[in-house]
């Protein structure tokens, strides 16, 4: 099995142009979940959970994304009343994940991750752990561009709009890191 790591290079594709993700409508998503629906909070849910998904697990083992990932969300639903700039959900609810993710390592957890070496049988998902320890060796400032291109699948305009970097950084970060990434996965499986 041999695995493909491609970039659409022109940050385009057929979920590029989703309305969903247009920030007018998540701006608009987020002043009917201010006034208290909660199906609008759980629309901004949908369309932004692969993003705090990424951002947590470019930054934490996968075993505590998911409740840390609730977590993000609670608290941006008790804190949505402080987002001054309803454009900038994206970008604010990155920033908690981000801090989220920062205040569980200063409190260190209970558990200890297995080493890759454990015997048993071959992890279904063996492959796609190996370039998750690859990307998680590069510096984190691009971690978080690559985890959300190659496992969440979002397109670059989407990384940019949920993040708040311009398209033109993720651009330029998808590619470079990209090499990178393909340089540490060819040094790692070499005897």
């Given at each position: 099995?041999?695995?493909?790591?491609?970039?659409?290079?022109?940050?385009?594709?057929?979920?590029?142009?989703r309305?969903?993700?247009?920030?007018?409508?998540?701006?608009?998503?987020?002043?009917?979940?201010?006034?208290?629906?909660?199906?609008?909070?759980?629309?901004?849910?949908?369309?932004?959970?692969?993003?705090?998904?990424?951002?947590?697990?470019?930054r934490?083992?996968?075993?505590?994304?998911?409740?840390?990932?609730?977590?993000?969300?609670?608290?941006?639903?008790?804190?949505?009343?402080?987002?001054?700039?309803?454009?900038?959900?994206?970008?604010?609810?990155?920033?908690?994940?981000?801090?989220?993710?920062?205040?569980?390592?200063?409190?260190?957890?209970?558990?200890?991750?297995?080493?890759?070496?454990?015997?048993?049988?071959?992890?279904?998902?063996?492959?796609?752990?190996?370039?998750?320890?690859?990307?998680?060796?590069?510096?984190?400032?691009?971690?978080?561009?690559?985890?959300?291109?190659?496992?969440?699948?979002?397109t670059?305009?989407?990384?940019?709009?949920?993040?708040?970097?311009?398209?033109?950084?993720?651009?330029?970060?998808?590619?470079?890191?990209?090499?990178?990434?393909?340089?540490?996965?060819?040094?790692?499986?070499?005897?």
């Amino acid at each position: 099995m041999r695995l493909e790591l491609e970039i659409d290079a022109g940050m385009t594709g057929p979920g590029a142009a989703r309305e969903e993700s247009e920030p007018s409508a998540a701006a608009r998503l987020v002043a009917a979940a201010r006034g208290g629906d909660r199906a609008a909070f759980g629309r901004l849910y949908e369309l932004f959970a692969p993003m705090v998904h990424g951002v947590l697990l470019a930054r934490l083992p996968r075993s505590e994304v998911d409740d840390l990932g609730q977590e993000v969300f609670l608290q941006a639903m008790r804190r949505l009343g402080s987002l001054r700039q309803p454009e900038s959900f994206g970008p604010w609810l990155a920033a908690i994940a981000r801090n989220r993710a920062r205040d569980h390592h200063r409190r260190g957890t209970d558990t200890v991750e297995l080493p890759d070496d454990v015997a048993g049988e071959p992890h279904p998902e063996g492959e796609a752990l190996s370039v998750l320890a690859a990307i998680r060796r590069l510096p984190e400032a691009y971690r978080e561009t690559l985890v959300l291109r190659l496992v969440e699948g979002l397109t670059g305009p989407e990384i940019a709009e949920r993040t708040g970097l311009t398209p033109g950084s993720v651009r330029v970060n998808l590619h470079r890191w990209m090499q990178q990434l393909r340089e540490a996965l060819g040094r790692s499986t070499k005897p």
